[in-house]
């Protein structure tokens, strides 16, 4: 079965300090891949997508970056961090379009 | 093109029943119902494909009006456990790479 995972789970830093949140997702192949980011009791913004090794899109223009070095694997980066960088941090995978996304636990961000 | 739901909020009886609607202004290819407790991630409930068929599982079942572009939840004989905030998710149609665009979501509190 596939499995998705997130680490870390919880993450406070300093602004202007970088950022790597990491995801993987196991038990699938060439997943599409996705990062959301969530405010408090807000809904889900869509950050980056990829649907292939080193292929990203940005849907919205921020101070983050994504990569996706391998198949299963996908990144999300800062290298300075701001206090609007607070979050709740998701990673979510489907097969292709018109199917199910699902999410990895989360990392919930704060920054001091 | 951010979905519209409605009601922002409902509160329930055990055993009472609920509708969320998600309404689009787009043409849609597709509309995803994730259920999010707190402090948690979005669970995956059900999906509705443009020319699909009525969905449901136990007491939730979903429907998508493709002329109207809109989506309902139902929530039949609620139970403590259906508690939290559904969010919907829709996909565009055209070559979307499975991209969502979620509503604000509906707070759902059911009570004994």
């Known amino acids: 079965s596939q499995t998705i995972h997130q680490w870390p789970a919880t993450l406070v830093q300093p602004v202007g300090s970088p950022l790597s949140l990491e995801c993987t997702v196991e038990?699938?192949?060439?997943?599409?891949l996705y990062w959301y980011r969530q405010a408090a009791g807000r809904g889900l913004q869509l950050l980056f997508y990829?649907?292939?090794?080193?292929?990203i899109s940005s849907e919205v223009p921020q101070n983050l970056s994504a990569s996706r070095p391998q198949d299963r694997q996908f990144i999300l980066s800062s290298k300075k961090l701001l206090l609007s960088d607070s979050g709740f941090y998701l990673c979510?995978?489907?097969?292709?379009?018109?199917?199910?996304?699902?999410f990895g636990d989360g990392t919930r961000l704060s920054i001091l | 093109q951010q979905p519209v739901q409605s009601p922002q909020a409902v509160i329930l009886r055990e055993g009472e029943d609920a509708v969320i609607n998600c309404s689009s202004s787009?043409?849609?290819?597709?509309v995803h119902w994730y259920r999010q407790k707190h402090g948690e991630a979005p669970v995956f409930l059900m999906i509705?494909?443009?020319?699909?068929e009525q969905k449901g599982h136990e007491k939730i079942s979903a429907s998508f009006n493709e002329k109207k572009q809109q989506s309902s939840l139902y929530l039949t004989a609620s139970q403590l456990s259906y508690s939290g905030t559904y969010f919907c998710g829709t996909e565009l149609s055209g070559t979307s790479y499975g991209k969502l665009t979620f509503g604000q979501g509906t707070i759902l509190t059911v009570h004994p």
């Open positions: 509705l494909l443009k020319g699909g």
């Open positions: 990829s649907v292939g090794i080193g292929q």
């Open positions: 038990g699938t192949s060439n997943p599409n």
């Open positions: 787009k043409a849609l290819y597709s």
């Open positions: 979510a995978w489907s097969v292709n379009e018109g199917q199910p996304q699902h």
